[in-house]
RNA sequence: GGCCCUGUCGUCUAGUGGCCUAGGACGGAGCCCUCUCACGGCUUAAACCCGGGUUCGAAUCCCGGCAGGGUCACCA
């Protein structure tokens, strides 16, 4: 059978780097097996859902290239595929959770429910700002065996069987976890308005979905508990459950999405990130290969298995990162980054930039160079100026008089050349350097001070090509001057 | 606090009882290459949380501490 995988947000925000993470792991699971990938829109939080966080998080998906089978726009026959979409559905296996003694109705008030509250709280002696939570409240509806039905909003409740010992599951990446029966209170499973709790929406969808594995984040292991109670009380297989570890910031707290700004999938993408590196970078922070860093799309596809999944949380390191960026903008198409550079050597004010043989050469030159796009492009811009500013320190050391006399026949040599083009330009400074008994490094200096304004560039050859003979010699000669 | 998960260089990790005087990557230090800057190559410092067991032998298995994390909603 084939596995049939899902990542279900909800479209509370952007698409966070731990979302991504465990989207990358399931689609990549479904793409290794034939599989299917089922995107899922888990919008029952009306508060917080909103159309631009379901787009946000369309939008990352796609730029990191992780496509899904079925899904928004894309029908595959399990759909719905948006939880408000599918109210009817929840409520009505509701009422068979019901009918079968599995749930029942809370009629139980808000002023109730607080009173109960502020009942364990006299008895524990809890003052007012502690958490009852972590005191062990726990709500005991007097409705649990009540079964009158009555007028007006009731929620509805899973009625938790007491029973002694352990249950749980095989974890794909943790292994066997367990937990008391009693260790769980009668869970929401339907708000009074209608719409499904979390635990509820999940497993009738999943359920719905003919989901086979789900990988998520290591904090829904808890919650995993009563969606097997559910999964028993509708009498359904559970998929198998693979919790991956939590991504961490460097100060070691969570990756919030408040606090830390590379939590957002698509500052990456405004900070220059190439889509695959940091696809690459995720895919490592808890997950291994053996000794393997650098992986390409297929091979990560190829090689991917909860089994080395890692146990441990990550921490996010920015270094490592952009290690991973330069490593793909050097081993990338240069056609590929020139068309994903260009967006930002246009926004640096150079908007007669395309993508042409120059912006290719000049990715060839610059990508060992740069560590984002960013920087790429500002190292291109100057070769789309007309003129130079040169920099103070840099004329007065090289553009000495001696220094001015190697330019001088520099440009002598280079006014002969009949191709310009890396291989051609070259040779000249080896060329003026010998006819002249100077090293070839006080040659080029002075050149490429004249030439870009500063002590830095690749080689004198790419240089020049990529400034064009017409800029060339108009930057030369000013310098000259 | 209850319950649950985890614990190898600064960070990500390899490691599933002998191959480990613990390997790789990022970062650090140094050297080489070199027209500058990079790239690349080489070298180097740096870790098995602690304590008990089990075993001929433990980073690997067990127990206990300790530490970190998760979770306990009409959020997901």
């Known amino acids: 059978m084939k596995p049939r995988l899902r990542f279900a947000p909800s479209p509370t925000g952007y698409l966070h780097i731990g979302g991504a993470r465990t989207a990358l792991f ?6 290794r097996h034939g599989g299917t990938f089922v995107l899922r829109i888990e919008d029952t939080d009306q508060e917080r859902s909103t159309p631009e966080s379901l787009q946000a998080i369309l939008d990352g998906l796609t730029w990191l290239g992780i496509d899904w089978d079925e899904g928004p726009g894309k029908d595959g026959g399990h759909g719905p595929y948006f939880q408000m ?61 009540k079964h009158e039905q009555r007028e007006g909003t009731a929620l509805i409740r899973f009625k938790m069987p007491r029973r002694e010992g352990r249950f749980g599951f095989d974890d794909q990446v943790l ?30 969808d999943d359920h719905d979905m003919a989901i086979t594995h789900v990988a998520r984040g290591q ?26 570890p939590l991504i961490f910031a460097q100060d070691n707290s969570k990756l919030s999405k408040r606090k830390h700004p590379e939590a957002d999938v698509m500052k990456h993408k405004a900070n220059g990130i190439l889509p695959h590196a940091l696809i690459n970078f995720i895919a490592r922070l808890g997950w291994s290969h053996g000794n393997d860093e650098l992986f390409t799309r297929d091979e990560l596809i190829a090689k991917f298995d909860f089994e080395h999944v890692g146990k441990s949380q990550g921490v ?20 590929k980054v020139a068309m994903q550079v260009l967006p930002f050597l246009q926004a640096l004010g150079a908007p007669e930039a395309s993508v042409d043989a120059k912006l290719e050469l000049g990715v060839k030159a610059f990508a060992e160079r740069s560590t984002t796009l960013v920087e790429m492009a500002e190292k291109l811009r100057p070769y789309y100026a007309h003129g130079v500013t040169i920099d103070g320190a840099a004329a007065a050391k090289h553009l000495t008089p001696e220094g001015k006399v190697l330019l001088g026949k520099a440009r002598e040599e280079l006014a002969k050349l009949s191709e310009w083009t890396t291989a051609a330009l070259d040779p000249i400074v080896k060329t003026v350097a010998d006819a002249s008994g100077a090293k070839v490094g006080a040659v080029a200096q002075p050149i490429r001070v004249a030439a870009t304004g500063g002590t830095v560039s690749p080689g004198i050859g790419v240089t020049l090509e990529l400034l064009g003979r017409e800029e060339t010699f108009h930057r030369l000669d000013a310098a000259l001057r």
């Open 26 to 31: 399931n689609w990549l699971y479904a793409r």
């Open 85 to 145: 979409k599918k109210l009817a559905r929840y409520s009505e296996l509701a009422e068979q959770l019901i009918a079968t003694g599995w749930a029942y109705r809370d009629y139980s008030t808000e002023a109730e429910l607080a009173a109960a509250r502020k009942a364990f709280a006299a008895e524990k002696g809890l003052k007012d700002g502690d958490d009852l939570r972590s005191a062990g409240f726990k709500f005991s509806s007097p409705w649990r065996d």
């Open 175 to 204: 292994g066997r976890i367990e937990k008391p029966y009693d260790d769980f209170d009668d869970f929401v499973i339907m708000r009074s308005d209608g719409v499904p709790l979390y635990n509820f929406g999940c497993v009738v």
């Open 219 to 244: 904090e829904h292991i808890n919650s995993t508990f009563p969606q097997l109670m559910l999964y028993e009380a509708f009498g359904w297989q559970p998929p198998l459950f693979a919790h991956i």
């Open 316 to 335: 996010w390191n920015p270094g490592k990162l952009t290690a991973t960026n330069q490593h793909w903008l050097k081993n990338t198409e240069p056609l």
